[in-house]
């Protein structure tokens, strides 16, 4: 029997001027473990005159995790922060009761032929610190747990797992971690998983059960401790998940909450400008007319 229990596409969303792959949330599966909102970015190559380029906006109860594989992007947040994210590194931001930050292409990439590629990604905060004081954390490519097994490299980019903890200050029981194989080589590392896990297939295509599964897909275990799967040759991975929460979280745009009412209160805030400002910024996103769902990534 498959452990596969669900099998979710990309699907194309605009952020701005950039469109992006969402793979979280889905209509059959809100969140896995903590994780609630993947976006999958480029790859897209930009001439000397189009830029990434996402205004001031805000966001509550959650941790942001961003990874890039090409490119550079400059984060600015109303704590002050100013930081270039560049391939292999973790911009991880974390709001809680309130931030507001920039995503934009770095000045002096800005008149030059230029690509980006990359995930941006929401990790829920659990409900009793859902309104700590925001913080931001940058983790540098080289302090980033990496090993190798023969063919196969493994770097841990949050949480802990597999005997490994990643430096990126997670709140919750949970862990993403890539996998790339240059040969074709059976994984096996259930053992070591924990709560629910989900698989990102980025390149290449991975055998389960007799199935074949191509990139731009997220599978969602039945069972994490039954994670066995073939990697062909050249193939990355990412696994991630974790300990679920036992309430449910709610999403509207870019605020997550346990809390309805927390959200409506976000909403009024935001309407009104009173999340802070990001110091050499002037213009704002304003709250989406669609309510329905989030309208931009890490945005």
């Not at 594989?69 to 109303?78: A, L, P, Y």
């Not at 941006?120 to 954390?137: G, R, S, Y």
């Not at 199935?211 to 696994?239: Q, R, W």
Request: charged share 20%; hydrophobic share 35%.
């Amino acid at each position: 029997m498959s452990n596969v229990g669900l099998i979710i596409e990309e699907r194309p969303r605009s952020i701005g001027n950039f469109m992006v792959g969402r793979l979280l949330p889905f209509q059959g599966k809100r969140m896995v473990g903590p994780y609630i909102f993947i976006d999958h970015m480029g790859p897209a190559a930009m001439s000397n005159h189009e830029n990434f380029d996402v205004p001031p906006h805000p966001h509550i109860g959650l941790s942001t995790l961003t990874y890039l594989f090409e490119g550079s992007i400059m984060h600015k947040d109303s704590l002050g922060t100013e930081m270039e994210i560049q391939p292999g590194a973790v911009n991880w931001m974390t709001a809680g009761k309130g931030i507001v930050h920039s995503e934009r292409t770095p000045e002096y990439l800005r008149h030059s032929d230029k690509s980006i590629h990359g995930l941006q990604i929401w990790v829920a905060l659990p409900k009793d610190i859902e309104d700590m004081d925001p913080t931001f954390h940058h983790v540098e490519a080289t302090k980033i747990p990496y090993w190798e097994e023969g063919d196969v490299t493994f770097r841990l980019i949050a949480g802990e797992v597999l005997g490994h903890v990643s430096p990126v200050p997670t709140y919750s029981p949970q862990f993403f971690l890539e996998i790339h194989s240059l040969s074709k080589q059976e994984i096996n590392i259930g053992h070591g998983l924990f709560g629910e896990a989900g698989m990102y297939i980025l390149q290449g295509s991975v055998e389960s059960d007799g199935n074949i599964y191509e990139p731009k897909h997220i599978l969602v275990a039945k069972d994490a401790s039954l994670c066995s799967f073939t990697m062909e040759a050249n193939t990355t991975v990412f696994i991630f998940g974790g300990e679920a929460f036992p309430e449910e979280r709610f999403i509207y745009w870019n605020f997550v909450s346990s809390s309805k009412d927390k959200i409506e209160a976000a909403k009024e805030r935001w309407q009104r400008q009173g999340f802070g400002q990001v110091p050499g910024e002037t213009g704002f996103v304003p709250l989406p007319e669609d309510k329905s769902r989030p309208a931009s990534s890490n945005s």
